[in-house]
């Protein structure tokens, strides 16, 4: 069974830092992209930070640059997202997918893989 499982979210503090997993059961995806999208209530998704299936230059979202990194580990099948700097404004679900192409993109339509989610929660 194709599955993204994403963990590491949680109830932190503003300036704390988080650092959150995603890891593909059942499949490879060494050769996907991969995307972090988060959801605030009341919003739509948006991109916030992608990864090529090299893992290459990442790429951003304005929002976040300077304070979320993206790393990936194939040989764990796992892509991992670093929050730094933690802003209340950041509070929502965070989702990973996976796109079948070698550079993310910012659409949500595009994207092959969805996980579950994991809810962050920032506290001022």
């Known amino acids: 069974q194709v599955q993204l499982i994403e963990s590491g979210g949680g109830l932190v503090q503003a300036g704390g830092s988080l650092r959150l997993s995603c890891r593909a059961s059942?499949?490879?995806?060494?050769?996907?992209?991969v995307g972090w999208f988060r959801q605030a209530p009341g919003k739509e998704r948006e991109f916030v930070i992608g990864i090529s299936r090299s893992g290459g230059s990442p790429y951003y979202a304005d929002s976040v640059k300077g304070r979320f990194t993206i790393s990936r580990d194939n040989a764990k099948n796992t892509v991992y997202l670093q929050i730094n700097s933690l802003e209340p404004e950041d509070t929502a679900v965070y989702y990973c997918?996976?796109?079948?192409?070698?550079?993310?993109?910012?659409?949500?339509?595009?994207?092959?893989?969805w996980g579950q989610g994991t809810q962050v929660t920032v506290s001022s």
């Open positions: 059942g499949w490879s995806f060494s050769s996907y992209a």
């Open positions: 997918a996976a796109l079948s192409a070698p550079a993310p993109v910012t659409a949500t339509a595009d994207y092959d893989y």
